[in-house]
């Protein structure tokens, strides 16, 4: 049996990855254990979040599946940050933890060229250090490429309190084999540890003492052709909770129980979602600590308790819950647990996502250290893409940090590397400004076109906005508001009666009271494009400086990044480099100047040590 | 980099003993080659060892060979210093040997770059070594120290951590923004941190200039029609303070006539009178270059005549320098007054007779009075002391002023943060905690040798 591509593990990052190589045109074998699980939601019922919704957005745009997926399934959408600027705006949907997943699978199954399989992968097969297939149980596969996405299935341990279990999430059948393999293969193996809170049974919630959280009452989309598939009338409801002093005194009696505190478990947590035991030992000062409580699903009764998770025994879980004003008679349905897991060091990747040492063996999600359903759907497309790219002889996709936070996310990992599972932040992104929400299809689409993910269709529909953007742009630069056309309306709002002059609306639109809803509606502007041409538009104008400084810093980062660094060059002839700086260079081995700079232990001045040793030695062609 | 570098490190023919400096992975070795004594690979770091500079088997110079081995040492490579006791030429002749055996004369600074870009010192720091070898006075000596014991480091360290944590705030509030644990920074409250930050710049600002005036001294131009006396004001000031230095061609200054030290300041007296040979400064005052030595100098003595009307020119020029420091020094008063005091609008009024010497401490007292002279002598420094910095710091508050517009537009906290950022990067640039290619050859290529 032969594939062009063999996908291992039917997680977020897996789907994305078997649809793109699969949608290009290869013909694609998706592995899982077990088909049910395809695209299942092990930890919290949410798609999005800050940072993690421009992801899904960035996905979307590139020609992945989990923004519209989440579209067609979520039960509440918002849009975090509304009060902010446009940069960091946001959005979180409550997905249905078994719709979601049923959408996914069948658009899997609808996809040309992809072709499902249940079984457990024991061994990779490499010949001359390239991959060229995999063996199941009880068969061997070829293939050309080879995407592990295998999740916290490595050798994966369940813990509550001090006992433990050896399987994965909902006592899956663990890989036992698999990271052994890729540690025979030369790889960096890291121990991991993520966790996840209480199930409550939503009828024995007393919901009236619990305050609200509804979703936003505008429709939003993870889609860029704003495609609407759910009633905003019609959302569920989330609620919050508190945690109060006998919470905490609980916690702090047991504290040596918890599997964290209690010396059960080897490997490290993410700083970003920490157990409830960890914030109250760190955070001693806080009196309460928020809860936010979120339906699973509308067709069972789990309620998941997000900020409540810990790797407490059974019992002291029941007496913590039970401690939370309107969870007094709570019933738990599924215990808290932490779980540990085998990932590789994404220092040994390469930016394209292939391992460096494996030829045509790529690796995305979890298994590269992140922690996140959006972390690794987006991780998962490039893996896809670049496969595809590598076996046509292409050059791979690489996102800049100014263009993608999927491109931040992969630069960070392959640069810097974790230590803990990597969570996208915003403030991980210095050009967050020009990596809006709103902008994602303006900056990705064309790449997924290139790739073969977009149809030609869609992407005329992109270079239609763009090309009206630019026709809006031109106009407002010529239309004047004059003492003669201004409206009373406006002069009310301007607070200015005595307005005499004549200027453009562009420079019109800069004042802080004044939108373009209201030239329209005020018969100045005609409206003649769609509305996101229009906020498109609207933010252009009214950030423009912003805009304009991140875009001089992006320039210094491109002049940077266009500064190689030779493949087969040797840092130990650079003599005068700090021993960290040196060992760090020598095992990431970036690409370029600006990748450099970023790795941690490489300060500026052994930046300006290899600056000047590339100048003397490459000199004349690479500056 | 990987030369071995060497250079005289003392002044050249000032003392009894010269130093060479020898720093780089093959200096032990090198030096050994011409070394007759202890076998210098075989001895232990920082250690000193007695012995002869030899030339095949011809002694040169008898000489004191420090050894200290990487890392410990100013450029964080192997450093030999051989203390040479035979004066000029012998020491010139233990230079030769040590480039014949595959030493590299150093290029200026080349020590310090290499100090720094070792990581041996920072930015500041490096450049602060530069100040000090060239410091001319020993307050200028002690604003250098400053500098290199990193005072100047930890209060940009500090400004830079308390921008650093409001941003810290901004983004936890932007990534965790349903949580009502943590402090909700909204521009009201940023607005009053921002202005302590600003006013902790000014105020580095305005110190940075009395830094200025130690490093560079005070540029003093004297102005005035022809046969007012501005000449035999000059060469009563530096005749009564012995001239340091006359008729020094600078680059940026036209002329420098002489320096003299006030209260441990140099004043760098420049007569105006040398670039007007025939006509009257006043009426060439539209001329570029008059005009731009009164415009870059600290301060403006107008010389006028007691016994004559003041020019409506004169007036003009007074008028015109109302926002510089100026001294009106009415000169001749052993003369008959003509001259109307009343129309000169200018606080600063002197009088005096240049062939009375007891006039000019009038005169000087008021410059001690005009740049506070008296403080800074016994203030302490934590001065910013090239221009480099001062433009750094300047730009910083430009950032700063741009956070403040957009709190006053109602800009979203996220946006202000952008500002906040360069803020933070101009500060960083000023202790090399970003990497700027231009900036270190600029920084470096102001060093003497030998450092």
């Given at each position: 049996m032969f594939y062009d591509v063999i996908v291992v593990g039917g997680g977020h990052a897996g789907c994305e990855a078997a649809h793109a190589t699969a949608t290009i045109g290869l013909k694609t074998a998706l592995i899982t254990a077990n088909i049910k699980n395809i695209a299942d939601m092990p930890c919290n019922p949410s798609i999005g979040g800050t940072a993690k919704g421009i992801i899904?957005?960035?996905?979307?745009?590139?020609?992945?599946?989990?923004?519209?997926?989440?579209?067609?399934?979520?039960?509440?959408?918002?849009?975090?940050?509304?009060?902010?600027?446009?940069?960091?705006?946001?959005?979180?949907?409550?997905?249905?933890?078994?719709?979601?997943?049923?959408?996914?699978?069948?658009?899997?199954?609808?996809?040309?060229?992809?072709?499902?399989?249940?079984?457990?992968?024991?061994?990779?097969?490499?010949?001359?250090?390239?991959?060229?297939?995999?063996?199941?149980?009880?068969?061997?596969?070829?293939?050309?490429?080879?995407?592990?996405?295998?999740?916290?299935?490595?050798?994966?341990?369940?813990?509550?309190?001090?006992?433990?279990?050896?399987?994965?999430?909902?006592?899956e059948k663990r890989s036992n084999h698999l990271s052994d393999r890729l540690k025979e293969l030369g790889f960096d193996i890291l121990r991991l540890k993520t966790g996840t809170p209480q199930r409550i049974d939503r009828n024995s919630i007393d919901f009236s003492k619990l305050k609200e959280e509804t979703?936003?009452?505008?429709?939003?989309?993870?889609?860029?052709?704003?495609?609407?598939?759910?009633d905003k009338d019609k959302q569920a409801k989330c609620y919050l909770v508190y945690t109060n002093e006998k919470t905490h005194k609980i916690i702090n009696d047991n504290l040596e129980k918890s599997a964290m505190y209690g010396g059960y478990a080897e490997g490290i947590g993410p700083r970003y979602c920490p157990s409830i035991e960890d914030k109250i030992v760190r955070f001693k000062d806080k009196e309460r600590h928020q809860l936010?409580?979120?339906?699973?699903?509308?067709?069972?009764?789990?309620?998941?308790?997000?900020?409540?998770?810990?790797?407490?025994?059974?019992?002291?879980?029941?007496?913590?819950?039970?401690?939370?004003?309107?969870?007094?008679?709570?019933?738990?349905?599924?215990y808290a647990y932490a779980?540990?897991?085998?990932?590789?060091?994404?220092?040994?990747?390469?930016?394209?996502?292939?391992?460096?040492?494996?030829?045509?063996?790529?690796?995305?999600?979890?298994?590269?250290?992140?922690?996140?359903?959006?972390?690794?759907?987006?991780?998962?497309?490039?893996?896809?893409?670049?496969?595809?790219?590598?076996?046509?002889?292409?050059?791979?996709?690489?996102?800049?940090?100014?263009e993608s936070y999927i491109g931040v996310l992969i630069d960070d990992l392959v640069t810097k590397g974790t230590k803990e599972p990597y969570r996208m932040l915003t403030s991980r992104a210095e050009f967050r400004l020009l990596l809006r929400h709103d902008n994602a299809d303006l900056r990705l689409r064309k790449y997924g076109y290139e790739a073969g993910l977009i149809t030609k269709e869609k992407y005329n529909k992109l270079l239609e906005k763009e090309n009206n953007i630019n026709k809006l742009?031109?106009?407002?630069?010529?239309?004047?508001?004059?003492?003669?056309?201004?409206?009373?309306?406006?002069?009310?709002?301007?607070?200015?009666?005595?307005?005499?002059?004549?200027?453009?609306?562009?420079?019109?639109?800069?004042?802080?009271?004044?939108?373009?809803?209201?030239?329209?509606?005020?018969?100045?502007?005609?409206?003649?494009?769609?509305?996101?041409?229009?906020?498109?538009?609207?933010?252009?104008?009214?950030?423009?400086?912003?805009?304009?400084?991140?875009?001089?810093?992006?320039?210094?980062?491109?002049?940077?990044?266009?500064?190689?660094?030779?493949?087969?060059?040797?840092?130990?002839?650079?003599?005068?480099?700090?021993?960290?700086?040196?060992?760090?260079?020598?095992?990431?081995?970036?690409?370029?100047?600006?990748?450099?700079?970023?790795?941690?232990?490489?300060?500026?001045?052994?930046?300006?040590?290899?600056?000047?040793?590339?100048?003397?030695?490459?000199?004349?062609?690479?500056? | 980099m990987e030369d071995t570098i060497c250079a005289v490190s003392t002044a050249m023919g000032v003392g009894a003993i010269s130093i060479i400096r020898v720093s780089g992975n093959d200096s032990i070795k090198i030096v050994n080659k011409i070394f007759n004594g202890i076998d210098l690979q075989t001895v232990d770091t920082h250690t000193i060892h007695y012995g002869f500079i030899v030339d095949n088997n011809s002694k040169i110079d008898e000489v004191l060979v420090t050894v200290m081995k990487a890392p410990r040492t100013y450029t964080k490579e192997d450093i030999i210093?051989?203390?040479?006791?035979?004066?000029?030429?012998?020491?010139?002749?233990?230079?030769?040997?040590?480039?014949?055996?595959?030493?590299?004369?150093?290029?200026?600074?080349?020590?310090?770059?290499?100090?720094?870009?070792?990581?041996?010192?920072?930015?500041?720091?490096?450049?602060?070594?530069?100040?000090?070898?060239?410091?001319?006075?020993?307050?200028?000596?002690?604003?250098?120290?400053?500098?290199v014991t990193g005072n100047i480091s930890k209060l940009i360290n500090k400004i830079r951590e308390t921008l650093l944590s409001i941003n810290a705030n901004i983004e936890v509030n932007i990534d965790y923004p349903e949580y009502e644990d943590i402090e909700v920074l909204t521009n009201k409250e940023i607005k009053p941190k921002i202005l302590k930050v600003?006013?902790?710049?000014?105020?580095?600002?305005?110190?940075?200039?009395?830094?200025?005036?130690?490093?560079?001294?005070?540029?003093?131009?004297?102005?005035?029609?022809?046969?007012?006396?501005?000449?035999?004001?000059?060469?009563?000031?530096?005749?009564?303070?012995?001239?340091?230095?006359?008729?020094?061609?600078?680059?940026?200054?036209?002329?420098?006539?002489?320096?003299?030290?006030?209260?441990?300041?140099?004043?760098?007296?420049?007569?105006?009178?040398?670039?007007?040979?025939?006509?009257?400064?006043?009426?060439?005052?539209?001329?570029?270059?008059?005009?731009?030595?009164?415009?870059?100098?600290?301060?403006?003595?107008?010389?006028?005549?007691?016994?004559?009307?003041?020019?409506?020119?004169?007036?003009?020029?007074?008028?015109?320098?109302?926002?510089?420091?100026?001294?009106?020094?009415?000169?001749?008063?052993?003369?008959?007054?003509?001259i109307d005091v009343d129309k000169i609008d200018c606080k600063n009024i002197v009088y005096g007779n240049t062939l009375n010497v007891e006039n000019l401490e009038e005169l000087k007292n008021k410059i001690v009075e005009i740049f506070n002279l008296e403080q800074i002598e016994t203030s302490d420094f934590t001065y910013l002391s090239n221009s480099r910095q001062i433009s750094l710091v300047k730009n910083a508050k430009k950032s700063l002023d741009n956070v403040l517009l957009g709190i006053e537009n109602g800009i979203e906290v996220d946006m202000l943060s952008i500002d906040i950022k360069e803020c933070i990067d101009y500060l960083g640039e000023i202790i090399g905690a970003s990497y700027k290619e231009e900036l270190l050859d600029e920084i470096f290529k102001n060093f003497c040798l030998g450092k």
């Open positions: 899904v957005r960035d996905i979307d745009a590139l020609g992945g599946l989990m923004g519209i997926v989440a579209d067609k399934s979520h039960i509440q959408i918002k849009m975090l940050n509304n009060g902010k600027g446009p940069a960091v705006r946001s959005l979180r949907a409550q997905a249905d933890k078994i719709t979601y997943p049923k959408i996914m699978l069948e658009t899997l199954k609808n996809t040309k060229n992809l072709t499902i399989i249940e079984g457990m992968v024991e061994d990779i097969i490499v010949e001359n250090n390239k991959v060229v297939g995999i063996k199941l149980e009880e068969k061997i596969i070829n293939c050309s490429a080879l995407i592990l996405t295998t999740g916290t299935y490595l050798k994966s341990k369940i813990l509550i309190g001090n006992t433990n279990k050896l399987e994965g999430p909902h006592g979703g936003d009452d505008v429709y939003w989309t993870f889609n860029c052709e704003n495609e609407i598939y759910y936010f409580l979120e339906p699973e699903s509308l067709y069972y009764d789990d309620i998941y308790i997000q900020g409540f998770s810990t790797s407490m025994p059974i019992d002291v879980q029941e007496k913590m819950v039970h401690s939370l004003e309107g969870l007094e008679n709570a019933k738990i349905l599924k779980i540990e897991y085998d990932a590789i060091n994404p220092l040994q990747l390469k930016p394209s996502l292939e391992t460096k040492i494996i030829e045509n063996l790529f690796t995305a999600g979890q298994i590269n250290g992140t922690s996140g359903y959006e972390e690794a759907a987006g991780q998962g497309i490039i893996a896809g893409i670049n496969a595809a790219k590598k076996l046509k002889g292409k050059e791979p996709l690489i996102l800049k940090r100014n742009l031109d106009e407002l630069k010529e239309l004047k508001i004059t003492k003669n056309n201004i409206t009373k309306n406006i002069l009310n709002i301007i607070k200015d009666n005595n307005f005499n002059t004549s200027i453009n609306l562009y420079d019109f639109l800069k004042r802080p009271e004044i939108n373009i809803n209201l030239l329209i509606d005020e018969n100045i502007l005609e409206k003649k494009y769609t509305k996101e041409v229009y906020d498109q538009v609207e933010i252009l104008i009214k950030y423009e400086g912003y805009i304009k400084k991140e875009l001089k810093e992006v320039e210094k980062l491109l002049k940077l990044e266009s500064k190689k660094i030779p493949k087969d060059i040797d840092y130990d002839k650079i003599i005068n480099l700090a021993s960290e700086a040196k060992q760090k260079l020598k095992e990431i081995r970036p690409l370029t100047l600006a990748q450099a700079a970023r790795i941690s232990g490489v300060n500026p001045a052994d930046l300006s040590i290899l600056a000047i040793y590339l100048k003397k030695e490459y000199g004349k062609d690479e500056h | 210093e051989i203390n040479c006791h035979g004066g000029i030429s012998s020491t010139n002749k233990v230079l030769e040997l040590l480039l014949l055996n595959g030493c590299r004369l150093a290029e200026p600074g080349e020590f310090t770059k290499r100090a720094f870009l070792n990581g041996r010192i920072d930015l500041i720091e490096a450049e602060s070594v530069g100040d000090l070898i060239n410091s001319e006075t020993d307050k200028k000596r002690k604003l250098s120290l400053n500098g600003k006013e902790d710049l000014e105020k580095l600002l305005k110190e940075s200039q009395n830094g200025k005036i130690i490093k560079n001294g005070i540029d003093v131009a004297i102005v005035g029609k022809p046969n007012v006396g501005k000449s035999s004001l000059l060469n009563t000031l530096l005749g009564n303070d012995k001239a340091i230095v006359t008729n020094i061609a600078g680059t940026t200054r036209d002329i420098v006539e002489g320096k003299i030290i006030l209260n441990g300041i140099v004043l760098n007296l420049i007569d105006t009178a040398g670039i007007r040979d025939t006509e009257d400064i006043i009426e060439k005052i539209g001329v570029d270059k008059s005009k731009k030595i009164i415009e870059q100098a600290d301060l403006v003595i107008l010389v006028l005549n007691y016994n004559e009307k003041i020019t409506k020119k004169e007036l003009d020029l007074i008028n015109e320098l109302k926002n510089k420091n100026l001294i009106v020094y009415i000169n001749k008063t052993d003369l008959e007054k003509q």
